[in-house]
């Protein structure tokens, strides 16, 4: 879920300069906060979740209130019990809050950048501030977010026209997302610095079955009451159809799929079982990709990659892009994408020793790093990833315009379908998101010998021996070698 704040945005012609923003809170101090809504049926998931959040001012001191108490208001013996936690109290406090700020790596001051013009003196202070990392962060904010006394509920109007109703009831933990975390260092962060973050939303009762979700032909409304927090009815302006998922196909497909014309001509046409297959990927080869069909006009998607941690055996989330199949992939019917696989590993966990580069806790201030000082542990540049999987997101009309239209505000009528009893915009959109996921594998050819270099079972036909080849100017070798099969030189140069 993507999560939105109210912007204030000023665009000045001229000279520019910093400005405090509660200086403009003329501008704003009569501001009534609304409902953002989205409610998403996901029919591979078999479900369905709806997420109802009051806006606020970017200036609102009660929910950014500059304080890391994630973990509340305790006392420290009870803070120290809990893991990467921090207790931000004085020596004589019985409690103060608790949470993940970290002063020795996340004490950057207001600017949140360190080494900058410290001029407010909050950079190294040896408390949490404004604008440092892990300060008002997602746990803090989110429950304070959440509208949780609405009566929420979803029709399903079937071909026959007779219709079933499924009420919601909320959960504080009902979804997640993965953040990576601040731990000094941004970019590709170890499976250890990711961490999943849970939202309260509403979910179904146990009285709606699996099959409720995923039916095509039927059309779906949404209704919510909210009338106990002030915000009235909230209704979906017409009911929705929803989205079926892309069908994975391979390069071979292709000539096959361009004729046809239905969604059932697609799942007949791919050779691809997902019950059964995975692809695989040679490590260092180039151009390789996944291919997947729709029928038109259905030609924009999400597209999501997730990385495999074995050690705690499950998928992390990697990187993810809207996806649009181009003019030149469109064939009568069917609209043909693909995304371009890199096909090498990801370094995804640490060494578990202090290393020189890293940063650490200089708790006893002796200028080196001691065997029980907190350290942040980096990506060792040893390969660990080679597992993944592909997700890709098609949306019904309704939930598309509300994603792709994101230069418009969330309540312009093109943008949601969504309204209030007087028939006004309310921010968000009740749609579909349907998903299809494929799963793959890197293989590192050149570890294997002549023996088992072309053995199906091993490397699954996509590695070749070669007796004598030159490797340059990749690397300087010649001589006998298992390279993948499409290995070239070329992406080298």
Known sequence: MKKYHLLLLFILLGCRQELDISEFSFNFS???????????????????????????????????????????????????????????????????????????????????????????????????????????????????????????????????????????????????????MYTGDRSNPIFDNIESVTYGAYIPDFNCGEDYWNDYSAEYSFYADCNASGFGIIESEESITISKPVIFISENDVEDIKSCSDYDCLLSSTSINLQEDSLYFGRYSSNQKIRWASILPDVTFQVVQ??????NNEYKYYHGHPGFSPTEFQFNDVAISEETIVTEFYDGEGNGEWDDEEIYADENENGQWDEEEYYIDTGDTIPDVDTYYYEIFTFSDSYRNYYFNDQLYLDDPERTNLCDGESN??????????????????????????????????????????????????????GPICLPVDFSTEFCE
């Not at 019990?81 to 950057?108: K, R, S, T």
């Not at 600017?111 to 013009?117: F, K, R």
């Not at 997730?306 to 050690?311: A, K, L, T, V």
């Open 425 to 478: 915009p309310v921010m968000g959109a009740f749609g579909s998101m349907t998903s299809e996921k494929i799963y793959f594998r890197i293989i590192d050819c050149t570890v294997y010998g002549p023996s088992d270099c072309e053995s199906t079972e091993i490397t699954k036909s996509i590695c070749e021996w070669n007796e004598n080849i030159s490797l340059q100017p990749c690397v300087d070798y010649e």
């Open 306 to 311: 997730y990385m495999f941690d074995r050690e």
């Open 30 to 180: 009569s501001y009534v906060p609304e409902l953002r809504i989205e409610a998403l049926i996901l029919p591979h998931d078999s479900t369905a979740i709806v997420r109802i959040d009051k806006s606020f001012l970017i200036n609102d001191t009660e929910l950014y209130d500059c304080r890391d108490n994630d973990f509340g208001y305790i006392s420290e013996d009870s803070c120290q019990n809990i893991d990467g936690a921090f207790w931000h109290g004085d020596e004589d406090d019985m409690a103060a809050d608790c949470g993940d700020w970290n002063p020795f790596i996340h004490d950057l001051g207001s600017d949140g950048i360190a080494a900058t013009n410290d001029s407010d003196g909050t950079e190294n202070n040896g408390i949490p501030d404004c604008d440092e990392p892990n300060v008002d962060s997602y746990t803090e904010i989110l429950p304070s977010i959440h509208d949780s006394t609405c009566t929420v509920s979803m029709m399903k109007t079937n071909i026959d026209g007779t219709e079933d109703l499924c009420s919601f009831f909320f959960e504080d933990d009902a979804g997640y997302f993965f953040n990576n």
